[in-house]
């Protein structure tokens, strides 16, 4: 009898001690949130540098030497692309800032032309703010509302103790809303992100995880496989190797796939004659690492851009757009990844939208292959995933 109480407290002492240890450890991971996605972040740059790095193996040049040589010479073009882009990139920067606000007030007043309805409703343009007429319109109708004003300011002067009525406040027009958002978002992200300090040491970090990582990979790998107990090691080998190859596989597939959508991109703006095509170009580049939400968020300044000279424009924008992105799905990702992740859209998508609300830009960079990571790893120890792909993954 005593020893099944002793039994049946040392069980609930062991597992108060399991739910405390778990605890902390949840808190400790969410303080160092940003620090732990920035690794994951130069884990996965590390599975492109050592892919280049067991090529250049077959010339025999040693890891040790092949690894920073790749980083660094990536950063040299990347500093010398930006030094020989920057000027035109600054100077359609500038003209971007510009005009897109009057791209805006233009789209406002296209929509009110046609009597908003849906289109109004989605962009947030209902029957309470009113469209941007010209200015002799626009004079005519404050001076309506100001004689609406002062009957009820007069009418109201007449009570006693009457104060008189004030004049509402005429509702924020499309521009302002979305120029009052975007400095509410930028805010936000620097919130985020830190300081500018902060920001470059966490480019450090990842560009010297991303050499050491490269250099000898098989020393953390063996490190991580120790921590599991012994009958599970052989299953966390080829979970971790079925992780890195699809992950390199993915992250170089995707790297490539931004040049190639940066280029045509800005091409094509160049043909339309849509201004700061550079800039939006490259925009589009860089946004294409976060697949589905990116080419949106992308498409949007293009099209806005177009609507400074037309309508029609900014139509055959959206339209080049999305030429863009059904080619890439088509052909360019096709034949660069003939193994793909198979992440099903849906799960994608709130993945994106689960990881930027709780984890911030960070958690929307890396929300694709972490949830790639988790799938491999579910499907393997479930039993789902034995194929000629995890045989060779196991090889690596």
Do not use: C
Not at 106 to 119: A, D, F, M
Not at 205 to 231: C, K, M, N, Q, T
Request: glycine letters at 10%.
């Amino acid at each position: 009898m005593n020893g099944s109480r002793e039994a049946q407290r040392y069980d609930s002492l062991r597992t108060a001690a399991a739910v405390v240890s778990l605890a902390v450890a949840l808190l400790l991971l969410w303080q160092t949130r940003t620090l732990v996605l920035t690794v994951f972040l130069g884990v996965l740059f590390a599975l492109a540098v050592s892919s280049g790095v067991d090529r250049l193996g077959r010339w025999k040049v040693p890891r040790g030497i092949a690894a920073p040589l790749i980083v660094f010479t990536f950063i040299a073009l990347v500093a010398a692309f930006g030094s020989w882009i920057g000027p035109t990139v600054r100077e359609q920067t500038t003209e971007l800032r510009t005009k897109l606000p009057e791209a805006l007030g233009k789209l406002e007043q296209w929509v009110h032309s046609r009597g908003g309805g849906v289109i109004a409703t989605i962009i947030g343009l209902g029957e309470d703010v009113a469209p941007p007429p010209p200015v002799l319109a626009g004079d005519s109708a404050t001076a309506a509302r100001g004689d609406t004003v002062a009957v009820v300011t007069a009418q109201d002067s007449t009570r006693p103790g009457g104060t008189g009525a004030r004049p509402k406040a005429a509702p924020a027009s499309l521009r302002d809303r979305l120029i009052a958002q975007i400095g509410g978002a930028g805010r936000y992200f620097l919130h985020l992100l830190g300081s500018t300090l902060a920001v470059l040491g966490g480019i450090v970090l990842v560009i010297f995880l991303a050499i050491y990582l490269a250099i000898d990979p098989s020393v953390y790998r063996r490190g991580l496989v120790h921590l599991v107990p012994e009958r599970a090691r052989g299953r966390t080998e080829e979970i971790l190797a079925a992780i890195a190859m699809t992950l390199r596989k993915w992250l170089v597939t995707q790297l490539i796939a931004m040049v190639v959508i940066g280029a045509v991109t800005t091409v094509v703006l160049m043909v339309l004659k849509v201004r700061a095509a550079v800039p939006l170009g490259i925009l589009a580049g860089l946004l294409e690492f976060v697949p589905t939400l990116g080419p949106i968020l992308s498409s949007l300044p293009a099209i806005a851009m177009g609507f400074v000279d037309s309508p029609e424009k900014a139509v055959a924008v959206a339209i080049a757009y999305v030429g863009i992105q059904f080619i890439e799905n088509h052909l360019l990702i096709p034949i660069l990844m003939r193994e793909g992740l198979d992440l099903p859209p849906a799960l994608t998508i709130v993945m994106q939208a689960l990881m930027a609300i709780v984890f911030g830009v960070l958690g929307l960079l890396v929300a694709v292959p972490m949830l790639a990571a988790i799938m491999i790893a579910t499907r393997i120890v479930t039993g789902h995933e034995r194929t000629t792909r995890t045989i060779a993954a196991t090889e690596v």
